[in-house]
């Protein structure tokens, strides 16, 4: 399975979901294969796209919210999976694409290439609903549950690299605020405005 | 404490909603004025402050309003998500930072990041604002958290232990 066919999957299901992509290949694929308002490219930050899915999915309860993580990432940050697993909203599901590489920078191995297993991190952390998956079918039985049922989700995918992504170079002001009226968040901006 | 009083009642008027911060001795009677409003406040523990740039941008996206706490060595573990995510994505929230490594410190571990704090957010291009006279601490929270939501960009209000008395409280 290539990350080309996971970002595929997770789209052709996203409905109206809100969906956050990590920098770089998970942003890049995102953007080609399935662009849409509630898409929301991280371009810096590693390490914080799981954070920011858990912030908006605090915010928006009544909305699915995806996460598309990178092992690299997740690595960069695994007290967020505490954190989450804490304030555990039931609409979270941050999925963590597994390369067992650094794959912007070349290509170089990282501990998921040996013996760090992030589902069984999730799972250490007090994440409710960690699964795993390593062929098409397995992540499309997954994903059905995993967008259907209470979370907050971890869901590991072990994938193979096929080789550099295309990179569009999205803007971040134009693609945040697309992304804000996507999830009516501008009351955050405008004081005179307050969500009920 | 009427400065914790004055702090919230600054956040309050803003309908900032979500609270997120690592914790810090000068902190406390904010923390537990916070934690004593659920219906206002969701107070959230974070493992790194530079966690909680990430939750805030995705409150903030999601159109709740949020503030980070935390003391200034921890300043330092945020720097690359106020760099690569909440300035260039222009994500407001007020930071209130107790300073440390000023006046009355004893810890020598805290007076680097404490002495670096002020250039670094102006190398930012960050507003700082200075919580250090009880009479001006309502307004300064109240605007300086008004500006943050209204023009996208996090601001600094940093606790200084004139106003406190440290964290001993009292040097």
Same mark, same amino acid.
């Given at each position: 399975?290539e990350?080309?066919?996971v970002i595929?999957?997770?789209a052709?299901?996203a409905g109206?979901a809100?969906i956050v992509?990590?920098?770089g290949?998970n942003?890049?694929?995102?953007?080609?294969?399935g662009?849409?308002?509630?898409?929301?490219?991280m371009?810096?930050?590693m390490?914080?796209?799981?954070?920011?899915?858990l912030?908006l999915?605090?915010?928006r309860?009544?909305?699915?919210?995806?996460v598309l993580?990178?092992?690299g990432?997740?690595?960069?940050?695994?007290?967020?999976?505490?954190?989450?697993?804490?304030?555990a909203?039931?609409?979270?599901v941050?999925i963590?694409l597994?390369?067992?590489?650094?794959?912007e920078t070349?290509g170089?191995?990282?501990?998921?290439?040996g013996r760090?297993d992030?589902?069984?991190?999730?799972?250490?952390a007090?994440?409710?609903?960690?699964?795993?998956?390593?062929?098409?079918?397995?992540?499309?039985?997954?994903?059905?549950r995993?967008?259907?049922?209470?979370g907050?989700?971890?869901?590991a995918?072990?994938i193979?690299?096929?080789?550099?992504?295309?990179?569009?170079?999205t803007?971040?002001m134009?693609n945040?605020?697309?992304?804000?009226?996507?999830?009516?968040g501008f009351?955050a901006?405008?004081p005179?405005y307050?969500?009920? | 404490? *009427?400065?914790?009083?004055d702090v %919230?009642?600054g956040? $309050?008027?803003q309908?900032?909603r979500? @609270?997120?911060?690592? +914790?810090?001795?000068?902190l406390?009677?904010?923390l537990?004025?916070?934690?004593a409003? *659920?219906?206002?406040?969701r107070? %959230?523990?974070?493992t $790194?402050?530079?966690?909680?740039?990430? @939750?805030?941008a995705? +409150?903030f996206f999601?159109?709740?309003?949020?503030a980070?706490?935390?003391?200034s060595?921890g300043?330092?573990n945020?720097l690359?998500?106020?760099?690569s995510?909440?300035?260039?994505y222009q994500v407001?929230?007020?930071?209130?930072?107790?300073?440390?490594g000023a006046l009355g410190?004893?810890?020598?571990?805290q007076?680097?990041?404490g002495r670096a704090?002020?250039?670094?957010?102006?190398?930012?291009?960050?507003?700082?604002?200075d919580l250090?006279?009880?009479?001006t601490?309502e307004?300064v929270t109240?605007g300086?958290?008004?500006?943050?939501?209204t023009?996208?960009?996090?601001?600094?209000l940093?606790?200084?232990?004139?106003l406190t008395g440290?964290?001993?409280g009292g040097?």
């Amino acid at each position: 399975m290539e990350r080309q066919d996971v970002i595929r999957a997770v789209a052709a299901r996203a409905g109206d979901a809100l969906i956050v992509a990590n920098l770089g290949s998970n942003a890049y694929d995102l953007h080609t294969h399935g662009h849409r308002p509630g898409n929301l490219y991280m371009r810096g930050a590693m390490g914080l796209t799981g954070s920011v899915g858990l912030g908006l999915a605090m915010a928006r309860p009544d909305r699915r919210v995806i996460v598309l993580d990178g092992d690299g990432s997740l690595l960069m940050n695994l007290g967020q999976l505490a954190t989450a697993a804490a304030e555990a909203p039931a609409n979270l599901v941050h999925i963590v694409l597994v390369n067992g590489l650094w794959q912007e920078t070349g290509g170089q191995r990282i501990a998921t290439a040996g013996r760090a297993d992030l589902a069984a991190i999730a799972r250490g952390a007090g994440i409710a609903e960690v699964a795993e998956a390593a062929d098409l079918d397995a992540l499309s039985r997954v994903l059905d549950r995993a967008l259907a049922a209470p979370g907050p989700w971890l869901v590991a995918v072990r994938i193979q690299e096929r080789g550099a992504s295309q990179a569009p170079n999205t803007d971040p002001m134009a693609n945040r605020d697309e992304f804000m009226r996507a999830a009516e968040g501008f009351v955050a901006v405008a004081p005179q405005y307050e969500r009920a | 404490m *009427p400065w914790a009083d004055d702090v %919230v009642a600054g956040f $309050r008027s803003q309908q900032v909603r979500l @609270v997120v911060y690592v +914790a810090d001795k000068v902190l406390v009677p904010v923390l537990d004025r916070i934690a004593a409003d *659920p219906g206002q406040f969701r107070l %959230v523990p974070l493992t $790194r402050e530079e966690e909680g740039i990430g @939750v805030l941008a995705g +409150a903030f996206f999601g159109g709740m309003r949020g503030a980070l706490l935390m003391q200034s060595s921890g300043f330092g573990n945020t720097l690359n998500g106020l760099a690569s995510l909440a300035i260039p994505y222009q994500v407001g929230f007020p930071m209130l930072i107790s300073v440390r490594g000023a006046l009355g410190e004893t810890n020598k571990a805290q007076v680097p990041m404490g002495r670096a704090m002020p250039e670094l957010l102006a190398s930012l291009g960050l507003p700082r604002y200075d919580l250090d006279r009880p009479e001006t601490v309502e307004s300064v929270t109240r605007g300086a958290t008004r500006q943050a939501f209204t023009t996208g960009r996090p601001v600094a209000l940093l606790l200084s232990s004139l106003l406190t008395g440290g964290k001993g409280g009292g040097f």
